[in-house]
């Protein structure tokens, strides 16, 4: 009486295709699937930029290359460089 059967999922998923249309479907797939990709990017930089303030590297080097965040491997249209924040290293 609980659990969702085969049936139902077939019924939610029709309901799904009557309200937004067979021809919106795939362009919203399509949309769920760059969002995803995006986080995943952004949670790798965040991950790799926080091992890096942990290491003994200098936190700013002067000759260093603006970084820049990419959704996904080639994607330039979304790429964007990095704000750096100004003025928050700590001083030794």
Same mark, same amino acid.
């Given at each position: ?42 949670? %790798? ?11 003994? %590297? /200098?936190?700013?080097? /002067? =000759? ?5 965040? =990419?959704?996904? /491997? ?16 700590? =001083?030794?």
């Amino acid at each position: 009486m609980g659990s969702l059967s085969v049936w139902h999922l077939l019924l939610v998923f029709l309901v799904v295709v009557l309200v937004f249309g067979s021809k919106r479907l795939p362009d919203t797939a399509r949309s769920l699937g760059k969002s995803l990709r995006i986080l995943k990017s952004e949670t %790798a930089a965040m991950r790799s930029e926080s091992r890096t303030e942990t290491s003994d %590297a /200098p936190a700013s080097d /002067p =000759q260093a290359a603006p970084r820049t965040i =990419q959704a996904a /491997p080639g994607d330039t249209a979304s790429a964007r460089p990095v704000e750096e924040p100004k003025g928050t290293t700590a =001083q030794s």
